[in-house]
């Protein structure tokens, strides 16, 4: 049986509608990480992404709790928006650096939709990669992409038309335990 987190108890009543109507056997728990009510070295999977680091008050907490739920070889599969992301103003006409946010700032309010008013923590990416080392993960791969994981309807920004970070792609994994 596969199981599945999520902090949502929309996103994961929709998840298991979906495993049922697939036939797939998903245990769906409404949780957070850190802190899933979930037995050590119980995935060979972990996804975070689309949104989820910029509401993590302690990025190493989360980097060791998805350590912890790995098994030997396990994966942790990151696809989010790029950290400088919310520095980029979404005007249409020419790519634009917002005065009033940090690269390196704690946290920001969120002006725009979804989040308007919303705090969002800044994680640099050096601080996202660091983290996961440190949790004791290997880093396979890391990649910068120029096209952004969400726009919202109607709109477009020059900061997306491809010369800027908008998302990044991180897979690291558990080492393997040692052969006999």
């Not at 245990?27 to 972990?46: F, K, N, Q, S, W």
């Not at 950290?83 to 690269?103: C, N, V």
Request: glycine share 8%; net charge negative.
């Amino acid at each position: 049986m596969s199981e599945a987190v999520d902090y949502s108890a929309v996103t994961t009543g929709a998840a298991h509608r979906r495993a049922a109507e697939l036939g797939l056997a998903c245990r769906y728990v409404v949780a957070e990480l850190p802190g899933a009510p979930l037995r050590d070295g119980c995935a060979d999977l972990v996804y975070t992404g689309k949104g989820a680091l910029i509401w993590m008050r302690d990025l190493a907490a989360w980097a060791r709790d998805v350590a912890r739920l790995l098994r030997p070889a396990g994966h942790l599969f990151v696809y989010e928006a790029h950290p400088a992301a919310a520095l980029w103003s979404w005007d249409a006409d020419e790519p634009r650096i917002r005065a009033d946010r940090s690269y390196f700032g704690d946290c920001f309010v969120n002006d725009t939709f979804p989040g308007n008013g919303a705090v969002e923590f800044q994680w640099t990416l050096g601080e996202i990669v660091n983290v996961v080392l440190a949790a004791g993960l290997e880093l396979l791969h890391l990649a910068e992409h120029p096209e952004p994981f969400w726009r919202p309807g109607g709109i477009t920004a020059a900061a997306w038309s491809g010369r800027l970070p908008n998302a990044f792609s991180l897979l690291a994994r558990r080492p393997p335990e040692p052969a006999d």
